[in-house]
């Protein structure tokens, strides 16, 4: 980093001009160049092979292999030093002039006992040279692959004291760290634990540390995003930037306070991971079987509020869907009239999150954590009402009880929208907001006000956020990557007894198991040439199929065009994107 080189050159058309460095010691013996240096780079290449050809594995063909290795060189390639010290940044430079007092109350004042020294995986080194902690768990899923120390550091570094906030907010991104994006950081911890160890054989110590400082973490979102204690959540931002009626992070121009469908199924989604996390380390230690009770219970009352509380909670029995709603000059009762509610009928990733909250446990593994089995079982026997959330079948060591905000009948009626073409189903994926809005856009009327949410497939249309990220029609990997594991634990638990149509309307018959599978192929299909030579990611860039020098490049966008599969947004965000490399074979 105190070095640079500046060098001008000049290649006439056509020309080629080649540039060898190498660094040694100044008293290294021999010439640097020559044939010592070519034998060293051919080895260092060969070695380079060698390590994708066995992380991709040896059957996969050419193009996936192209695919999958620049996916993984796109992460590493992403690592950067960042330095951020917020109270030392607040009082300023002293060898400059003194800023203005507000500074000292200005961004990121909150987060004075931040002090972040370290290499971070970014969302991109151009646009987005700055850690945000959401993408950081998302990258963190194909960096096990490669990396697993370097995957296990980074989840545990946000979760240590000089980023982690005293109440437990894990800081959200440098331009407001007290935002709150979606919790699936202990997802990510549970995932990777998974991913870098046979059963029997995994880093226990790895889990038990995040698991302790994720307890602070979720129970701040409890106390501050449960507004009733009614166990539905708010949240407000959540990463999903424009997909909502209005700016979810600013307070509502209609008054009162949104009960989110997306708040409340991260909410379960971020119960349930904790739940199976606490699961695993009591069969290492009985301590845990308590807490793992806790988030047992939890999970089931979640699931509870959002189905029932109020009649219906945030599901809607004439679409078939879960929607946001708004509350308005209620006392936070529960109450759900008509002059006090009004649900925000958008069919986005708001209504199709709330499948991503499901656990599958199998009764075995219960049945050998005798202080936790005997509470669910008490459970089970006297809570009736709670318990018609918990589906147990099967016998004996194949016995297993499914967790799910949706039951049976809900979930297929939300999978009919799904994997329907007309609607969410695209052929690169799920999108972000329902086809069904580009002809009858959603629109509420307030106060003089239009307020509006159109079918959006590419960039987005409007000024929220900057106008540089869209959540109204795109293809968005992370929530295409979570859904696609949700769709694998419901088909673990229903097998062949369940099938659905996919495509809706096609009267192709698929087990859960197979739709999961449909998607990550649609998804790979992002990358992968077409009949024309064109991935379709290049968005007609004929660059791609024709010249030498660009036809094997694969560009990681930040998302996708809903109908085409164009790259849209940072066009080398190769981050979350690179989740693409779980999806082949």
């Known amino acids: ?319 078939g869907f879960y929607y946001d709603q708004i509350h308005v000059d209620g006392d936070g009762d529960g109450a759900r009239d008509t002059a006090e509610a009004q649900r925000l009928r958008v069919r986005s990733l708001v209504g199709l999150l709330p499948l991503c909250a499901v656990e599958v446990l199998p009764m075995a593994g219960v049945r050998a954590l005798p202080g936790f089995d005997k509470r669910m079982r008490w459970f089970l026997a006297n809570e009736k009402e709670l318990a018609g959330h918990v589906d147990v079948r099967g016998d004996g060591e194949r016995q297993m009880a499914l967790l799910a905000i949706p039951s049976r009948a809900r979930l297929e009626r939300v999978l009919r929208y799904l994997l329907d073409e007309n609607e969410f189903l695209s052929p690169y994926g799920i999108r972000s907001l329902s086809r069904a809005h580009r002809d009858k856009p959603f629109v509420l009327r307030h106060g003089g006000e239009e307020y509006r949410v159109d079918y959006t497939p590419a960039e987005s249309t409007t000024a929220m956020f900057g106008g540089n990220s869209n959540w109204r029609g795109p293809i968005w990997f992370p929530t295409n990557y979570l859904l696609i594991e949700a769709l694998e634990r419901y088909g673990n638990f229903y097998g062949d007894e369940l099938t659905v149509e996919c495509p809706t309307g096609s009267g192709r018959r698929c087990t859960l198991q197979q739709v999961a599978d449909e998607l990550k192929r649609r998804l790979t299909r992002l990358f992968r040439r077409g009949p024309d030579g064109l991935p379709p990611f290049a968005g007609g860039d004929r660059r791609f199929a024709d010249d030498p020098h660009w036809r094997d490049l694969v560009w990681f966008h930040e998302f996708f065009d809903g109908d085409t599969g164009r790259g849209c947004g940072a066009s080398h965000q190769t981050g979350w994107t690179a989740l693409v490399t779980r999806c082949f074979g």
């Open 1 to 319: 980093s105190k070095v640079a080189f500046h060098e001008v050159l000049t290649v006439p058309a056509g020309g080629r001009a080649e540039l060898r460095l190498r660094l040694r010691r100044a008293d290294a013996a021999g010439p640097a160049f020559g044939r010592g240096f070519d034998e060293v780079l051919a080895a260092r290449r060969a070695d380079a092979d060698a390590f994708y050809r066995d992380v991709v594995g040896p059957d996969a063909d050419e193009e996936v292999l192209r695919i999958q290795r620049q996916a993984y060189a796109g992460l590493i390639w992403s690592r950067q030093f960042y330095w951020y010290d917020v109270r030392t940044w607040l009082h300023a430079d002293p060898t400059q002039p003194p800023p203005a007092p507000s500074r000292r109350r200005g961004r990121n004042s909150d987060f004075q006992h931040l002090y972040n020294r370290n290499v971070i995986s970014m969302p991109d080194t151009w646009e987005y040279p700055w850690y945000a902690a959401w993408d950081l768990a998302f990258h963190m899923i194909p960096y096990a692959r490669i990396d697993e120390h370097f995957a296990k550091q980074q989840l545990l570094l946000l979760l240590r004291e000089w980023y982690m906030a005293p109440n437990g907010q894990i800081p959200a991104y440098e331009f407001a760290f007290h935002d709150v994006n979606p919790p699936v950081h202990a997802w990510a911890c549970w995932r990777v634990y998974k991913m870098t160890g046979a059963r029997g054989g995994r880093d226990v110590t790895f889990l038990q540390r995040a698991f302790h400082k994720l307890l602070l973490n979720f129970t701040w979102w409890v106390n501050q995003k449960d507004l009733h204690g009614k166990h539905v959540f708010g949240g407000g931002f959540l990463g999903l930037d424009n997909i909502g009626v209005f700016d979810r992070s600013q307070p509502l121009p209609t008054g009162g306070h949104l009960e989110q469908a997306d708040g409340t199924a991260w909410m379960a989604f971020y119960c349930g991971t904790m739940l199976s996390i606490a699961l695993e380390l009591a069969n290492h230690d009985a301590a845990y079987e308590d807490v793992a009770s806790k988030f047992f219970e939890h999970f089931v009352a979640i699931t509870h509020a959002m189905n029932t509380l109020g009649g219906t909670g945030l599901w809607d029995e004439r679409d």
